[in-house]
């Protein structure tokens, strides 16, 4: 069985600072990781992705996330927030095979303070 | 462009009707999609996973009489709610993994607004 614990709900952070949004998983097979955003009324899109290469991964837009394995953790970071970036993230998981569905984590809500 | 194509994009039906949404993964062929529901303010809920050519696998709670699932051919899944009532409203989502041939990535469809009056 797969799982995602996003760390907070709701993050609020001032323009121009760091961007911490945390996620833990549990997975009884080596993970996929996966990053989404979605902005509101709209769809999701892929942020970035963790698939077993280097445990550092950049994504669109500026943000980069960590495959901790000792951590069980794939926190997702930015150095400095714009007024575009508030929206909702969702962390997620699957294992490696195709026909394996993702598990979303609850999602955090991130606002950015001008 | 789109690999995952979901139509409509917004749809508004009266309570007791039917209502169908379609699934095509234009560059790929999918053996396997799967569809997720998301109520507003929370987080996306795998629904089922449509097999092509055999019956869908629900997720627990999930009724399969009334979130009927179709998936005839390798670019096509789709979802019918039937005797749709005020609280299915929501936003309905498919994804499906492209192989090798697709990038060996996940690709969600651009999303589906129910409302049903």
């Known amino acids: 069985a797969q799982s995602v614990t996003q760390l907070g709900s709701h993050v609020s952070v001032s323009e121009g600072a760091l961007v911490l949004l945390r996620c833990n998983y549990s997975s009884s097979v080596p993970p996929y990781l996966f990053w989404y955003v979605q902005y509101p009324n709209q769809g999701l899109q892929l942020l970035l992705k963790?698939?077993?290469?280097?445990?550092l991964v950049k994504g669109i837009n500026g943000f980069e996330a960590e495959f901790k394995k000792s951590e069980t953790s794939f926190h997702l970071t930015k150095p400095s927030a714009h007024m575009r970036d508030a929206a909702e993230y969702f962390c997620a998981v699957s294992g490696h095979s195709g026909n394996t569905p993702l598990v979303f984590g609850k999602g955090t809500r991130l606002s950015v303070i001008a | 462009g789109a690999v995952v194509s979901q139509h409509p994009s917004r749809v508004i039906c009266k309570s007791g009707t039917s209502v169908k949404i379609e699934c095509r993964s234009l560059?790929?062929?999918?053996?396997?999609m799967f569809w997720y529901r998301q109520f507003p303010k929370q987080s996306l809920m795998l629904m089922a996973t449509s097999n092509e050519g055999s019956k869908a696998t629900y997720e627990q709670g999930v009724e399969k009489d009334k979130f009927l699932i179709n998936h005839a051919s390798l670019t096509l899944s789709t979802l019918t709610v039937t005797s749709a009532h005020p609280e299915d409203s929501s936003f309905y989502i498919c994804?499906?993994?492209?192989?090798?041939?697709?990038?060996?990535?996940?690709?969600f469809g651009e999303g589906s607004w129910l409302t049903v009056v």
């Open positions: 994804s499906a993994h492209g192989g090798r041939k697709g990038g060996n990535t996940i690709y």
């Open positions: 560059d790929f062929q999918a053996t396997t």
């Open positions: 963790y698939t077993s290469a280097a445990t």
